[in-house]
């Protein structure tokens, strides 16, 4: 990792929260199950629907491949997690985009996963911070602008384009405070707990960690 790399990482620090392997087994389970489901919908849509798109054609074999990819990286995060940091900060961009695509290609089907997305960036914020809830929504953000256009639906049906947009708006507005408070918290619990309340110094819990 080049020096650039290494500290663009560290400013956001979604490697470094405590129970962080933890936290990326539970999303790499979830990830492959989403992935699996939307797989499911889009072979459904492929075979009960006529005139569709190469874009949508192409669309389950992303799910496929996405939800392979999860599997893996399941099974390193178990393994070897000091190798898996690079992986985090990829699914955590391409979480948000992977829906956004799904939303964008089959917006009949998955037109209603829109609060799908809104989990993925709240739950990245309350897991790992608010900075890593400005990269998934900044990706999700940036997906969203160059994919949504180019489905014919989103275009045409206001009220869809709308909310959806309203939600992107207001997700960090809403949650930001509360997810930094609960970090705040957490903090500070932490560190009650490692020290000694007459002295402020470190005790055996945080000499054992």
Known sequence: ???????????????LVPHRDLHEIDRALQRAVI???LFVLMVWQAFTSSGLGPVVLVLPVVATAYAAAALVYLKIIRTQPSRAVMAQYAFIVLDPVLTVLALAGMPLVLGCLNPLLLAQIVRCGIRFGMRTLWLTWGSAVVASVILLPLSG???LYDPLTQSYIVMLVITPILFGPLICHGHRVTSDLRAAAMSDPLTGLGNRRMLFE
């Open 35 to 37: 992935s699996c489901i």
């Open 153 to 155: 639906l989103w275009l």
């Open 1 to 15: 990792m080049n020096g650039r790399y290494l500290a663009a990482i560290s400013y956001i620090g979604a490697h």
